[in-house]
């Protein structure tokens, strides 16, 4: 019997590729204002591009999107001779608009449904601010990578936030959309899995398949009554 749900936030209850891109505009237009050389020097494809190397670079952060931003936005900064105090402003820039997102259509009823019939915890790869975003009352608590130490698909994230709640792995369904590392992830950690396929994707056929199949909210709640 599943007795609470973590939930995936990127590409789960909202698409997060708008939200970035808008993110990084803002970071442009931040450096627009404030820092010129550095503007110049790395429009938004070069900050993109350096933030990819930056990531590659330090293989340790991977579970860490914020650090990486920061070391990003310094390195910049110090390349093109400008004060690196500003790195701060311009990640705030990047974060405030990153947790502007537009929910999907099913999310502003079909979460509080949900909320209301199991504990939530959100868990999550990204740096998205449910207290930002306004979603925070939903969840009894978000467990990030940053936060943890490690990513999924690792086992002791899942672990963790099944310790925090209080209940054992095999009463705990994650729900998200990524295959491998909420569907796979979780099923190694021996929680319960649901896909959430908004788009009408293919299964991977290296993965058994989920538990659980749903394009949205919705659906996922009728599968549970």
């Given at each position: 019997m599943i007795r609470a749900i973590t939930l995936d936030l990127d590409d789960t209850l909202w698409a997060?590729?708008?939200?970035?891109?808008?993110?990084?505009?803002?970071?442009?237009?931040?450096?627009?204002?404030?820092?010129?050389?550095?503007?110049?020097?790395?429009?938004?494809?070069?900050?993109?591009?350096?933030?990819?190397?930056?990531?590659?670079?330090?293989?340790?952060?991977?579970?860490?999107?914020?650090?990486?931003?920061?070391?990003?936005?310094?390195?910049?900064?110090?390349?093109?001779?400008?004060?690196?105090?500003?790195?701060?402003?311009?990640?705030?820039?990047?974060?405030?608009a990153r947790n502007t997102v537009d929910l999907y259509a099913d999310v502003a009823e079909g979460l509080p449904q949900l909320a209301g019939r199991y504990p939530l915890a959100a868990l999550t790869n990204g740096n998205a601010d449910l207290a930002r975003i306004g979603l925070a009352a939903h969840f009894r608590f978000t467990l990030g990578a940053r936060e943890h130490g490690a990513a999924k698909p690792d086992p002791s994230i899942f672990h963790a936030a099944c310790e925090r709640l209080g209940i054992e792995p095999s009463a705990v369904l994650h729900v998200g959309?990524?295959?491998?590392?909420?569907?796979?992830?979780?099923?190694?950690?021996?929680?319960?899995?649901?896909?959430?396929?908004?788009?009408?994707?293919?299964?991977?056929?290296?993965?058994?398949?989920?538990?659980?199949?749903?394009?949205?909210?919705p659906e996922l709640i009728s599968q549970l009554n």
């Open positions: 997060v590729a708008p939200a970035i891109q808008r993110a990084e505009q803002a970071v442009d237009d931040y450096l627009a204002r404030h820092c010129p050389q550095t503007r110049a020097r790395f429009p938004v494809a070069a900050m993109r591009a350096l933030r990819e190397r930056i990531a590659a670079e330090h293989p340790q952060l991977a579970h860490d999107f914020t650090t990486q931003r920061l070391l990003c936005l310094r390195h910049a900064l110090e390349e093109s001779g400008e004060d690196l105090a500003h790195a701060e402003g311009a990640f705030e820039a990047f974060f405030d959309d990524d295959p491998q590392l909420d569907v796979e992830g979780a099923r190694r950690a021996g929680l319960r899995a649901c896909w959430i396929n908004r788009v009408g994707a293919r299964w991977p056929d290296d993965l058994a398949p989920p538990d659980l199949v749903a394009r949205d909210l």
